[in-house]
């Protein structure tokens, strides 16, 4: 059964599974669909053209799918995706896309976004990310899956961070962080490889170690872009994991970090 509190405000044009839980004062506008199993707190908002997956949850005064932050916007019909078993905390808001980047935001799952923090306008973000309090993306942002982002950091707009990556609190991305890199400072560097994440995914030492190998041919040889690419293309032949660092390198677009 439907558990909506009268004090909701629902659109009539809003799709919600059966189950959906809406709590008092919660705004859910037209164009939304909200898939089974999701929560709704008190006094959030989602406003559309917005899908929710199954079993998203979305605390107190959150703020999902409504108008992107953007001069340019004028009033295009743009969307939000959202895959499943999200959580998106207290003041969160995630913004839709715009005309310029495809019309839409995307938000994989089992994504956990903490209080505060700031989801802009054609972001692309994986599964299984951590963003931490106050963390802020700018438009047009990509983030890798088992990205985690530590409290107060950002990521300059059109700046992708690949799969595994981590950025310490505070710290400002300004470049490209590539897969399986630690990163931290104002602008961002690169420090290590996020190795204990690693294990905690279940990396092999093997596999580590090819990573190390290859952040050292990246950061540690003083070998010119170029070059550096074309021994990590070599080093990817014989283990499969670099494979995701090569192509990251191979499609930056604001430059690695260095």
Same mark, same amino acid.
């Given at each position: 059964?439907?558990?909506? /509190?009268? +004090?909701?405000?629902?659109?009539?044009?809003?799709?919600?599974?059966?189950? #959906?839980?809406?709590? &008092?004062?919660? *705004?859910?506008?037209?164009?939304?669909?909200?898939?089974?199993?999701?929560?709704?707190? =008190?006094?959030?908002?989602?406003?559309?053209p917005?899908?929710?997956? !199954?079993?998203?949850?979305?605390?107190?005064? &959150?703020?999902?799918?409504? !108008?992107?932050?953007?001069?340019?916007?004028?009033?295009?019909?743009? @969307?939000?995706?959202?895959?499943?078993?999200?959580?998106? @905390?207290?003041?969160?808001?995630?913004?839709?896309?715009? %005309?310029?980047?495809h019309? #839409?935001? +995307?938000?994989?799952?089992?994504?956990?976004?903490?209080?505060?923090?700031?989801?802009?306008? /054609?972001?692309?973000?994986? /599964?299984?990310?951590?963003?931490s309090?106050?963390?802020?993306?700018?438009?047009?942002?990509?983030?890798g899956?088992?990205?985690?982002?530590?409290?107060?950091?950002? !990521?300059?707009?059109?700046?992708?961070?690949?799969?595994? &990556?981590?950025?310490?609190?505070?710290?400002?991305?300004? +470049?490209? %962080?590539? =897969?399986?890199?630690?990163?931290?400072?104002? =602008?961002?560097?690169? +420090?290590? *490889?996020?190795?204990?994440g690693?294990?905690?995914?279940?990396?092999?030492? *093997?596999?580590?170690?090819?990573? $190390?190998n290859?952040? @050292?041919?990246?950061?540690?040889?003083?070998?010119?872009?170029?070059?550096?690419?074309?021994?990590?293309?070599?080093? !990817?032949?014989?283990?499969?994991?670099?494979?995701?660092?090569?192509?990251?390198?191979g499609r930056?677009?604001?430059?690695?970090? $260095?």
């Amino acid at each position: 059964m439907s558990r909506i /509190d009268p +004090r909701a405000a629902v659109s009539p044009q809003a799709q919600l599974a059966d189950d #959906v839980q809406v709590g &008092a004062f919660a *705004v859910i506008g037209p164009d939304v669909v909200v898939g089974p199993g999701c929560v709704i707190a =008190p006094h959030a908002i989602v406003n559309g053209p917005t899908t929710l997956g !199954a079993n998203n949850q979305v605390f107190q005064f &959150a703020s999902i799918g409504d !108008a992107p932050q953007d001069k340019k916007y004028k009033g295009e019909p743009t @969307r939000l995706t959202i895959g499943d078993r999200n959580v998106f @905390r207290e003041y969160v808001t995630v913004n839709r896309g715009t %005309v310029t980047g495809h019309g #839409v935001t +995307r938000i994989g799952s089992d994504n956990l976004l903490l209080a505060y923090s700031h989801v802009a306008h /054609d972001c692309i973000l994986g /599964d299984n990310i951590v963003l931490s309090n106050v963390v802020m993306l700018g438009g047009h942002v990509e983030l890798g899956d088992w990205v985690i982002m530590s409290g107060y950091s950002g !990521a300059h707009q059109f700046s992708k961070i690949g799969a595994h &990556a981590f950025i310490g609190n505070n710290t400002a991305v300004t +470049r490209d %962080v590539p =897969p399986y890199v630690l990163a931290t400072g104002q =602008p961002a560097e690169p +420090r290590a *490889v996020n190795s204990e994440g690693l294990k905690r995914r279940g990396f092999s030492e *093997v596999q580590i170690r090819a990573i $190390r190998n290859a952040y @050292r041919v990246l950061y540690r040889s003083d070998l010119k872009l170029d070059v550096a690419v074309e021994k990590l293309t070599q080093m !990817a032949g014989e283990h499969e994991v670099l494979k995701p660092f090569v192509e990251f390198i191979g499609r930056s677009t604001r430059s690695l970090v $260095r």
